[in-house]
């Protein structure tokens, strides 16, 4: 595709669910990130793949964050048992091996009710 | 760790203002330094960049120059217009590109004709 796609745009669930975020990256791009934007403030990192595998998860919360990138090409952000405070705008972004600039979805928007 | 810190906003400006947004940050080595812009119901776009000291980023009559000795990378624009109305992100990621961005917190800039 042109961009960085991720889907949905806005998912509302109850506490204690399971929510699943999808983003495609732009072809043929190797490096993809997860970042999170709570409100007032900047994306703040979450895990970064390089190809398949997580070159680095430092930023997810807790165990209830997972990530995978089976091919190499689309990205899954899972989350346990949601809580209230899990609500914010989750981010992608991608860009070639080497490249210095990231190209960004437009988010997720998550809400926990 | 890494850290950026931005002029915190709402920022306000006429139409034909001079604009200066501040930024410095702390990092190990010689990091790479953005702004990034999110406009209205849009996703977040590289602004410009710098990738080592004394580098000047430019893109759309903004300017930032990469300052090593005062930690800075300061966005200044001539004369700005309603258009620019949006908000701002300072951002480092480490040397050699492929690495998770920290971002500071935005600063909000709006345009009056």
């Known amino acids: 595709g042109a961009g960085v796609s991720q889907t949905p745009s806005n998912k509302v669930t109850e506490k204690g669910k399971y929510v699943e975020l999808r983003c495609d990256p732009i072809?043929?791009?190797?490096?993809l990130y997860w970042y999170r934007q709570s409100l007032g403030q900047g994306p703040e990192f979450l895990i970064y793949?390089?190809?398949?595998?997580?070159?680095?998860d430092s930023g997810l919360p807790n165990d209830r964050f997972f990530a995978v990138r089976p091919e190499g090409s689309v990205s899954t952000l899972k989350i346990q048992r949601t809580e209230r405070g899990d609500s914010a705008v989750y981010l992608c972004?991608?860009?070639?091996?080497?490249?210095?600039?990231?190209?960004f979805g437009q988010g997720t928007r998550l809400t926990v009710v | 760790g890494d850290s950026v810190t931005q002029m915190e906003g709402p920022v306000t400006l006429s139409e034909e203002a001079f604009l200066t947004i501040n930024c410095t940050y702390t990092?190990?080595?010689?990091?790479?330094l953005f702004w990034y812009v999110q406009y209205p119901g849009e996703g977040l776009q590289l602004l410009l960049k710098?990738?080592?000291?004394?580098d000047k980023g430019s893109n759309k009559g903004f300017e930032a120059t990469y300052r090593k000795e005062t930690t800075s990378f300061h966005l200044e624009k001539g004369s700005v217009q309603v258009s620019d109305s949006a908000v701002y992100f300072c951002?480092?990621?480490?040397?050699?590109?492929?690495?998770?961005?920290?971002f500071g917190t935005g600063t909000r800039l709006t345009i009056i004709p």
């Open positions: 793949f390089q190809g398949t595998g997580a070159a680095d």
């Open positions: 072809s043929g791009h190797t490096a």
């Open positions: 990092a190990t080595g010689y990091p790479s």
């Open positions: 951002a480092l990621s480490p040397p050699f590109g492929n690495e998770k961005l920290t």
């Open positions: 710098a990738t080592k000291a004394d």
């Open positions: 972004a991608s860009s070639r091996s080497g490249a210095t600039e990231a190209f």
